[in-house]
């Protein structure tokens, strides 16, 4: 399964993708925690990406393609993965679609912009692997530190009130027209965001049919 997360910052397409990737044994390409990774070691992508990311601003597509493209060659990826904030733009898209990369679902969680706006106020991160958890929904067994591998929890830059307004707006400019692109190619799937991540995932795998 080639499967597409869209949704706004905040719709839980992380935490939707962790629980996905188990479940069918694929991975996760998460293109906000590949560059995370890159800006924490200071590499070449790492420090491109810096100023854009703490604004709240999309990278530039040719950064991002050149990163999917490169993670989708692992072989861990030949039996299918799961792509969380990619693409984001038109221009995105197409390049999967140049890349003969023919996928099967691009499914989109909707979401109310002032559910984003308080939700991400709760948001923790694992400055490590990149888990994500939610001091109300979602809360690691110990207070600040990650399940999976201990580290400690952080607050995103980006998840700051004033830049999560900005990067809602960029999702309504430039990645929302991405739901008719996989609608006109008959690949768009939605549901509709519930109050807990249980249901949210029911309403996904019913959606999917798994
Ligand atoms: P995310 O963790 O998916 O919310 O991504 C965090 C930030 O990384 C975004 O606000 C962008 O600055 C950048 N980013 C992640 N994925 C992309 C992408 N596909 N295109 C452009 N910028 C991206």
Do not use: W
Request: glycine share 10%; with cysteine; charged share 25%.
């Amino acid at each position: 399964m080639k499967l597409i997360l869209l949704g706004a910052p905040g719709a839980g397409k992380g935490t939707q993708a962790e629980i996905l990737s188990r479940k069918l044994g694929i991975p996760t390409i998460s293109t906000g925690n590949i560059l995370r990774a890159a800006m924490k070691n200071g590499t070449p992508v790492g420090l491109k990406a810096k100023s854009y990311v703490e604004a709240g601003a999309l990278v530039p597509d040719d950064v991002i393609i050149g990163i999917v493209e490169e993670r989708l060659a692992e072989g861990d990826c030949a039996n299918g993965y799961i792509l969380d904030g990619m693409p984001r733009t038109i221009p995105q898209a197409e390049a999967l679609e140049k890349a003969g990369i023919d996928i099967d679902c691009a499914l989109s969680i909707e979401i109310a912009d002032e559910v984003i706006v308080e939700r991400m106020s709760g948001r923790r991160t694992c400055t490590n692997c990149g888990a994500t958890y939610h001091v109300v929904s979602a809360p690691p067994k110990a207070e600040g530190k990650c399940d999976n591998c201990g580290a400690e929890l952080s607050i995103r830059k980006d998840d700051a009130p004033e830049t999560v307004k900005s990067r809602l707006e960029v999702y309504h400019k430039e990645t929302e027209p991405l739901k008719a692109f996989y609608a006109e190619r008959g690949k768009l799937k939605s549901v509709e965001n519930q109050p807990t991540i249980e249901a949210t995932t029911a309403e996904i795998e019913k959606a999917l049919g798994i």
